[in-house]
C-alpha cells in the first residue's frame, strides 16, 4: 500500500484487469475496451450527473480487483 490510490482522496476507484497491459485502454488490444468504457461512463455518470443509480461495483469478468472508497 501507499500507491497513488492510497493517497489520493474519496472519491476514488481502483480496477485492475486480467492481464491487461499498460496500453489495454487503447485500440492497440481492443480486449479490455468495453468493461474500461463501463467503469469510466459509470464513474462520470455517478459524480458529474449526480446519478446514485450508477453503478460502480459491478464486478465484470475482465478484472482482478476493484478497490474504492
Same mark, same amino acid.
Do not use: C
Given at each position: 500500500?501507499?500507491?497513488?490510490?492510497?493517497?489520493?482522496?474519496?472519491?476514488?476507484?481502483?480496477?485492475?484487469?486480467?492481464?491487461?497491459?499498460?496500453?489495454?485502454?487503447?485500440?492497440?488490444?481492443?480486449?479490455?475496451?468495453?468493461?474500461?468504457?463501463?467503469?469510466?461512463?459509470?464513474?462520470? %455518470? !455517478?459524480?458529474?450527473?449526480?446519478?446514485?443509480?450508477? %453503478?460502480?461495483? !459491478?464486478?465484470?469478468? %475482465?478484472?482482478?480487483?476493484?478497490?474504492?472508497?
Amino acid at each position: 500500500m501507499g500507491g497513488a490510490f492510497d493517497k489520493t482522496p474519496a472519491p476514488t476507484y481502483f480496477i485492475e484487469f486480467d492481464k491487461a497491459g499498460h496500453f489495454a485502454w487503447t485500440d492497440v488490444n481492443p480486449t479490455y475496451q468495453t468493461s474500461i468504457a463501463y467503469y469510466s461512463v459509470a464513474f462520470l %455518470d !455517478r459524480y458529474l450527473k449526480d446519478d446514485k443509480t450508477a %453503478d460502480l461495483s !459491478r464486478r465484470r469478468p %475482465d478484472f482482478t480487483e476493484l478497490r474504492k472508497k
